[in-house]
T-cell receptor
Framework: ETGVTQSPTHLIKTRGQQVTLRCSSQ?????VSWYQQALGQGPQFIFQ???????GRGNFPPRFSGLQFPNYSSELNVNALELDDSALYLCASSVRLAGGHNEQFFGPGTRLTVL | EDQVTQSPEALRLQEGESSSLNCSYT??????LFWYRQDPGKGPEFLFT???AGEEKEKERLKATLTKKESFLHITAPKPEDSATYLC?????????????FGRGTSLIVHP
């Protein structure tokens, strides 16, 4: 069974640039969630995708956008990068059930640094 | 608004010194409470899911319990390799979505 993978591992960008982060879900999982984790904080929910549609969104501006593909892989796009966007970006996959979701399995994360 | 508060923020133990981590939550319609372990610079690793008050789960030196207001992660005779940040998350139904809310975590250091 292949776990959740993310690319790239590390990324350095400058303020104002755009970035795309990628995630491959664990086999058999149909839902992908993205989180931003600042140093010393818990993961903050950005958004969730189920069947290629956004299925919930946290308190993040529209310059954070995403996609889910038919094979359940996903992208997170961030436009007009700001210094505060520097963080560990986590992707998590899960299976959506009738009564909710089972546990989420996280990838190793992408460390984004904005200079 | 769903809230999750973890305490203490940091905990230092000697090897073999048992202790408990706390996760207090306020949520409308709990659909699950999750515990994760996170090593520095890595993604969280799933440990347990608890669904209803009174439920308990165990894995090696860890035991998670759940009440209607809080969950405890008990660590029995910890070893240095148990050093990590332990995250708690609650999942509630919100407009048809099931979005976990995470706490800030408890940083555990176990000294040999």
């Amino acid at each position: 069974e292949t776990g959740v993978t993310q690319s790239p591992t590390h990324l350095i960008k400058t303020r104002g640039q755009q970035v795309t982060l990628r995630c491959s879900s664990q086999s058999g999982h149909n839902t992908v969630s993205w989180y931003q984790q600042a140093l010393g904080q818990g993961p903050q929910f950005i958004f969730q995708y189920y069947r290629e549609e956004e299925n919930g969104r946290g308190n993040f501006p529209p310059r954070f956008s995403g996609l889910q593909f038919p094979n359940y892989s996903s992208e997170l796009n961030v436009n007009a990068l700001e210094l505060d966007d520097s963080a560990l970006y986590l992707c998590a996959s899960s299976v959506r059930l009738a009564g909710g979701h089972n546990e989420q399995f996280f990838g190793p994360g992408t460390r984004l640094t904005v200079l | 608004e769903d809230q999750v508060t973890q305490s203490p923020e940091a905990l230092r133990l000697q090897e073999g010194e048992s202790s408990s981590l706390n996760c207090s939550y306020t949520v409308s319609g709990l659909r699950g409470l999750f515990w994760y372990r996170q090593d520095p610079g890595k993604g969280p690793e799933f440990l347990f899911t608890l669904y209803s008050a009174g439920e308990e789960k165990e894995k090696e030196r860890l035991k998670a319990t759940l009440t209607k207001k809080e969950s405890f992660l008990h660590i029995t005779a910890p070893k240095p390799e148990d050093s990590a940040t332990y995250l708690c998350a609650v999942q509630a139904a919100s407009g048809g979505s099931y979005i976990p809310t995470f706490g800030r975590g408890t940083s555990l250091i176990v000294h040999p």
